[in-house]
């Protein structure tokens, strides 16, 4: 059996039950935020346009994993994850200029440095050892728990985001940060 979200957006990932595209499916051309009401289990993906980040909790809580264009046959064993997919955000295609303020401290305290493109290592270009809040103010991004853009990961829209620690990201640092870049798509 196959579900079907409608949208009008060009985006498009199709889940699938079992591991190798098998199973049902439901094609998702937007966000949701409780994919338990379509299928009991997510277990394989493809993502067919756009990029979509995904959540192994409801309501885009948990962990998340960044998906661009490609198969992803066992994202389980891939992303290291043991539950499976319960929600997805699709990311909208930015074009434009990027800018992002990041802060040693929550509530914007502390050091503050202005950001307009990939940062690998925060102490290495900034000398600052934890990053706590954040504003985007132009672009979509994707902080990561490691330099190198390595580790956990969180995906940022423009917005004031004054504690990561209120944001279910408890004993996570940012140490790294990208652009997600439109030719992503």
Known sequence: MHYRSKSNHSSTIIFYE????QGRSYEC???CSDMHSYMSRCHSCRVESGCFMVYDRPNYMGNQYFMRRGEYADYM????WNDCIRSCRMIPMYRGSYRMRIYERE???GQMYEMMDDCDSIMDRYHM???MSCHVMDGHWLMYEQPH????MMYLRPGEYRNFMNM???GMRFMSMRRIMDSWY
Request: aromatic fraction near 12%; proline fraction near 0%.
């Open 168 to 170: 279910g990201m408890s």
């Open 29 to 31: 051309m937007s966000d």
């Open 129 to 131: 050892s934890n990053c």
């Open 77 to 80: 064993s891939m992303m290291g």
């Open 18 to 21: 079992d591991r190798n595209f």
């Open 149 to 152: 853009y390595r580790g956990r």
């Open 107 to 109: 509530n914007f305290g």
